[in-house]
């Protein structure tokens, strides 16, 4: 609420109520029959209501203004808004366009040479009894296979 609608409100409210004063002067003159006391309450009511309307339109023009710096605050919030919004958009792009950190593997020429002579192979089956090595790296004896065996309890 700006300075002009309190000062409208309150300058319209006094003389309403002052109004009201001279003609309840205005009734008790009529009840009399005193018409030069009539009169001058009637100017002093239409006085009172001509600043009335004065002080509404000083509160119209107020709340006009109100409403248009109200329209301001929200045209700069709304484009307050749509520039975070566009920097958050370039952010998230930039992040996007970023490269990811990524390993790279350099094969030698030597090894390009090797595949590009020998085709793969397709492995042969080996003929010979399964090896079982340990930790160590040393042949074991491969355990003796047994009958698998197989137990029910109720």
Known sequence: MNIQMMEGLMGASSN???????????????????????QRALGY??????????????MDKGMEAEAEAARERAKLEQEAAIEKRQEERKRTEEEQ???????????????????????????????GDPVVYTETGEIAAVPAETEPTVSFTA
């Open 16 to 38: 309403i109520r002052l109004s009201g004063t001279s003609m309840s002067v205005y009734r008790q003159a009529s009840a009399e029959g005193d018409t030069e006391k009539m």
């Open 97 to 127: 366009v970023r490269p990811q950190e990524t390993d790279l593997v350099q094969i030698s020429e030597a090894a390009k040479a090797a595949l590009e002579v020998r085709p793969v192979e397709a492995a042969e089956p080996v003929d």
């Open 45 to 58: 009511t239409g006085e009172c209501t001509e600043k009335a309307v004065k002080y509404q339109e000083k």
